[in-house]
């Protein structure tokens, strides 16, 4: 009998007409392992299969854009032969189920996007949102969650300048935890993913492979009910400190001319970094998968491909470079294991002790993933309230008050205080302004960065939302005094198949192309979390925005605090 | 009344702090140690005589509290 | 002047003071490798902040183990003189250079800010060039910074004039809300007897230019230079 | 063969994480906690297979590493 029974082919997330292509592409009745493979690729969280489409509508492009989306993280050049390199990246499932370390593997996640492109991460941002502050969950999702992402990003030695948090009542059964790192590298020394020669060597660094997180992606790509809050999916557990050794590692290698190509391995661990790399370089892969550095006793091919382990990296080197490469990952004390090589076959071959477990196309599986067009509405626009319809309820200084202890205009020190935020000696504006600064080492240079949305906004009007939140990030910039270069955005949204919900999706990607391309302002990369409801509700739509701007001379940079008495304050703008 | 809860992760959960401490004996020369794994002790002094009524008191502790059912198991020993 | 920067797997602020070292005294620091066992010819010895071995198990203490540590205890007790910023604080502890223990802080939460200090010697070779009771701003980064000692020894520390730095308010008052982490009698930063190790939980690495918004660490370092040039 | 170690604080040493989780217990509405203290708990993995030298072994690991002799009493339980 078959091990493909139509249960499985279900618990593995795959629809009807997506387990017909699967037959098509393989040609035969796949096994466990490939139908695996096949569920974290087309799952939403690696395929983008909803949003695709939309995202491909967005600005990309400028003079100054290394990298535009596609790769591990965006890259820009900020002049004198330097590129900032940046992304921001949801964790928001794993984090509510288990804050810590939800939101610790996050961080880790996003810097190992950046230190993979050959940059050393030199700020984190993160954008929260919360339940409703009385909601029973909300305090311990908030510890948690904070003290995961200082856990992480203070082991690592990387500054956490900005982010934002907010709270409403949406959330409070699915939160959010928007992890965002800004990594600085020289531009003829950037790093790609795109494997090329055939018989060179792939070589696999970081942590031993355990069974954390198998499934994750596919976690991450569906909703909620009560029931998984007790089904309770393994959750990875991260290691900020051998990633530190991993960062250090990286970089030390990278220094040297021995990477061909290079990727971490993060949802859908070896399975998407593998065919990631095979498929952008249009090569065949041959892993030998028993060589994979094994935290436990009796693993199955099915779990090496899928296992979401931490703080792992594969790469591709030049060929007879293995033993020097290994021997800086002996003194990082770090695992090193030649796990196959590259072939001409254009197939991704799984041996396991010399017989073959797994056999796929590269292709068809990795480009050729299902794309939709999902059916959307537009969300029908809102009456003008005239402020003279408003009712005045209580005294201005009243209401100034209320405003001001509200939980969403409350001061963030509590959450930023638990960051270590100075490590590098180069944070020159600090967490608490519009935008944070922080030095380019050894220069005058300086990135200001900020993440931006105002999810009620975007609720209202998606496209205006979209459009605000883009413009509210590139006035946190130049109110530092950068000029605003390049932004990653996260587009956390609830349940694609819901016309009225991917409408949403549709609205905010138009109205944040509109603003990008008359801000001069490009998409360099980004990350899509669908899904985000708890019992049939929605969140609120929640496009972040990450910005990055550049000021030429960090001396003549503008902070917040209002420097004497005397001084004229002056509105500017509409 | 005491209780004494240990916490330990669960099966299959990395252990990092283990790990890190598993390598460090081996840098000081402890050759014959295969694995280490780290977990907390937690000591409750309890007032009350009932056993049974502290054991189910503590459960829910731990539930609630003391350890994180995700990925940590927990083990009640109550000492009258 | 030539000082050595001891690198733990997970220190995080070498970067930082070797800058630092470099900006106040004219020569790069030698950086040294944990699995080092002898040490360069050097005026100081700098044990940085971060989280070496990740801090897992008790802060500090894996990295007292570390092969080059023999070397470092060596050269401290035969007078090199020993400075340990945070994790190096928690370092020179565990390896015994220093008495007392840092745990966990009473809130259980990392704290990073900048924190007031009150100077309460400078007759050390590390706070000659600030006034005694002068009130000093350095940020703190730390989770485990709560010093604890028994009555007795924090009764000797006082009365050898080991204590060297204590958390106050911007008035100087050693007040209990001042004391950020739940240390006894507020310490910061204490002194061996020979008043040539230094442990201190602040980072004076990172307030050493104007740009920082404060240039107090940088007299630590000026003071050291004046010391020992 | 296993050692189980439990490391805890002395008497006298002010344990803020055991005082934070009697603070939570409280807050949480459990009314019969008296006090709580935290501990860590060590499982090694031996090999080898004689009681008394594994017992030495692990005093040393103990005293050169997994306890803080200043702070902190060890209890060491050698499970053949
Ligand atoms: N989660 C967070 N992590 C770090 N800093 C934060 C976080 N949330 C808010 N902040 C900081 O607090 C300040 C105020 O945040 P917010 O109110 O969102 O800013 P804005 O004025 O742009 O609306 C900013 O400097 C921001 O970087």
New interface residues.
Partial sequence: MSEITPDVIKSHGLTDDEYKLVLDIMGREPNLTELGIFSVMWSEHCSYKSSKKWLKTLPTKAPWVIQGPGENAGVIDIGDGQAAIFKMESHNHPSF??P??GAATGVGGIMRDVFTMGARPIANLNALRFGAPEHPKTRHLLSGVV?GI??YG????VPTVGGETNFHPSYNGNILVNAMTVGLADTNNIFYSAAAGIGNPVVYVG?KT???GIHGATMASAEFDDASADK?P?????????E??LLEACLELMATDMIVAIQDMGAAGLTSSSFEMASKGGVGVELWLDKVPM??EGMTPYELMLSE??ERMLMVLKPGCEEAAKAIFDK??LDFAVIGKLTDSKRMTLMWHGDVAGDLPIDPLAEASPEYDRPWEETPKQDRISADSIEQKMPHSEALKTLMGSADLSSRRWI??????????DT?VRPGGDAAVV?VHDTRKGLAVTTDCTPRYVKADPVQGGMQAVAEAYRNLTAVGATPLAITDNMNFGNPERPRIMGQFVGACKGIAEACIALDFPVVSGNVSLYNETNGEGILPTPAIGGVGMLPD??RMATIALKRKDSVLVMLGS | MKARVHVT?KN?????QG??VH?ALQGLGFAGVEDVRQGKFIELELDGTDVEKARNDVTEMCEKLLA????ENYDIDIVA | MKAAVIVF??S??D??VQ??LQNRMGTAPHMVWHRETTLPKTDLIVLP???S????LRCGAMAANSPIMRAVIAAAQAGTPVLGICNGFQILIEAGLLPGALMRNRNL?????DVHLRVETTDSIFTNRFNNGEIIKI?V?H?DGNYFADDETVKRLKGEGQIVLRYCDNEGETTDVANINGSASNIAGIINEERRIFGLMP?P??V?EP??RGTHGAMIFDSLMEALA
């Fill in positions: 189920i288990e810590y370390q003290e200082g856990g203070n082991c690592m030695g942590s355990g069974r954390d309770r393994t959750v990875q557990v991260g290691d900020p400190f051998t530190k050794l935290r436990e382990s931490q990082w004390e930023w205080e638990q960051y270590d935020h100075m490590v590098m000696a020159v030095r960090v001396g | 992760l299959g959960v990395l252990d990092p790990k890190a390598h994180n059912t995700v990925i | 797997p997970g995080n602020c970067r930082d800058v630092a902040g971060g989280f071995y990740g801090d897992y939460k990392f704290i990073c800010k940020p980064a989770h980072h690495e990172r050493i740009l920082h």
